[in-house]
Each structure stands twice: as structure tokens, then as C-alpha cells.
């Protein structure tokens, strides 16, 4: 109502307002895109550990283990809390500015990846495999002869590397409806252009929404078309289209990568 003077907040709420904004080290991580809040829980832990000590960490604070990150989403998320804790250069005057850069070149987080020897490509802990588009700093080989685990670097790459080496540790866990978290641009009146592999096709989609969700639920999936007059859907994962191309029965779910 016009007039009307607002009344001061309660200590409840000026208390939760102060908790509700406190910076800590373990965190949930929040991202807005637009109107809509994205959100992953993961749990940094500030303290370099080895590979398997910081995964045990992981699972003694009540998480699956370290963070598994195999879709484009989870990668932004934890490429973006990666960043926020990266070692800060000192000036060259400093006696210490040479230790910084080495710092900040290895920095990086823990990651829930693993190459065991015998295997013939890495493995995510929740099961599931690289996809084709990850942006590995160098790929991996076909084999190795001793395991080797996963790391996210402040540049946004994933290298591989020995199980001595000390890291933080992103924690997370592996049953994250992806479905809802999807960045992505629409283009209405097109059609994915030069197929060549189809991940999923479905029909009776009776809405746009539920062949988006369908992507969505893939960690794989880059791209679905649905078509309004045959009430299908079809998606795509890397590299399986060239473009898009005009047809006024086909709206396109483009999602984002890593």
C-alpha cells in the first residue's frame, strides 16, 4: 500500500540474513543465468591432500567422493570455484615470487577421475566415460602402466597425473539432476544440419520441455530437435551436426559445452 513504512527486519531475520551470506570454504556453489538460479553442492576442501586421502575426505564428510564432472554444466560450476582459489602472484620484488608462479603453473583441484592401468581410457567414479568434447590438456593414451588420476587445472583443462601429487579436493556427488541445470539457447524454426549419429529418438513428445528434459537427462547429449508436426525428438551428442539449417516444424535445443 501506498504510504505504507516497511517495519524493520526481526533479529531472526537480520540473523539469518547474515548467515545466508557468509563466505565459508565449503560451499554451494550458485550461478545465475537470468531469472533462474543453477546450483551444484560441492565441497572444496582448502587443505592439498594426496589423490586417494582427499577422496577418503570427500566421503568422510558425507559426500559419494571427489567430484565427477563429465557434463558441461558441472565442468563450468567447477571450473568457476577452481578459479576463485587459485594462488595469487607476488610481485616480482618478493623473495617468494618465483615459488608463486611454480604455485599458481600446478595449481588445480582433485577430481573424481581415474586411468587404472588395464583399462583401456579413464573412467569417472560414478561409471561413466569422458565424453568426446572434454577438454583434456593433453588426450590420454591408449593404455598406461600405473594408474593415474584426474585434475582440473585454472585454465579450464583436465590433465592426469600420479596419486602423490598434492591437491585441494572437489567433493560432490554422483546423482545430479542434470535435467534442470541445462544452459542452453533455443533456435526456433531449425534443424540440426549434416547428421551423422543419433543418441536418442523418441516420439509421442507432445512438448518442447520434455525433449529438452530428454537431453538433459544425458550428460552426453549436445543437441535436441523436436519436430511439431510428427511429435519427435531426436539428440545428439559432439560433433554429430555441422550447423543448423531452416524448417519451420523443428525447434533446437542447443546446449552449452565445455
Not at 559419494?64 to 577452481?82: F, K, M, R, S
Not at 547428421?195 to 516420439?203: E, I, K
Not at 537431453?215 to 559432439?238: E, I, V
Amino acid at each position: 500500500m501506498a504510504g505504507t513504512e516497511r517495519n524493520s527486519p526481526s533479529c531472526c531475520e537480520m540473523l539469518w540474513q547474515q548467515l545466508f551470506s557468509a563466505v565459508a570454504m565449503s560451499l554451494l556453489v550458485n550461478v545465475w543465468s537470468g531469472s533462474e538460479a543453477h546450483m551444484f553442492d560441492f565441497n572444496l576442501i582448502m587443505e592439498k591432500q594426496s589423490y586417494l586421502a582427499g577422496s577418503q575426505a570427500c566421503k568422510d564428510r558425507g559426500y559419494d567422493g571427489l567430484a565427477v564432472i563429465n557434463a558441461p554444466e558441472t565442468y563450468a560450476y567447477a571450473l568457476e570455484l577452481t578459479k576463485s582459489v587459485s594462488p595469487v602472484l607476488l610481485p616480482p620484488s618478493s623473495a617468494h615470487w618465483f615459488s608463486s608462479i611454480r604455485s599458481t603453473t600446478i595449481g588445480g583441484v582433485n577430481l573424481g577421475l581415474v586411468f587404472h592401468a588395464g583399462d583401456s581410457h579413464p573412467t569417472w567414479s560414478d561409471g561413466t566415460s569422458p565424453p568426446s568434447d572434454t577438454p583434456w590438456k593433453e588426450n590420454p593414451a591408449a593404455e598406461t602402466e600405473s594408474s593415474v588420476y584426474g585434475r582440473l587445472n585454472t585454465d579450464g583443462q583436465l590433465t592426469m597425473m600420479d596419486e602423490s601429487r598434492r591437491r585441494y579436493s572437489l567433493c560432490g556427488n554422483y546423482d545430479l539432476d542434470l535435467h534442470r541445470e541445462i544452459r542452453d539457447t533455443i533456435a526456433h524454426g531449425q534443424q540440426p544440419d549434416n547428421l551423422n549419429m543419433t543418441l536418442r529418438s523418441a516420439s509421442g513428445m507432445t512438448f518442447f520441455m520434455r525433449c529438452i528434459a530428454l537431453c538433459g537427462k544425458d550428460f552426453s547429449c549436445r543437441a535436441a530437435a523436436f519436430n511439431s508436426q510428427l511429435l519427435t525428438c531426436m539428440t545428439f551428442g559432439p560433433g554429430a551436426y555441422s550447423g543448423l539449417i531452416p524448417n519451420p516444424s523443428m525447434k533446437t535445443f542447443v546446449r552449452m559445452g565445455f
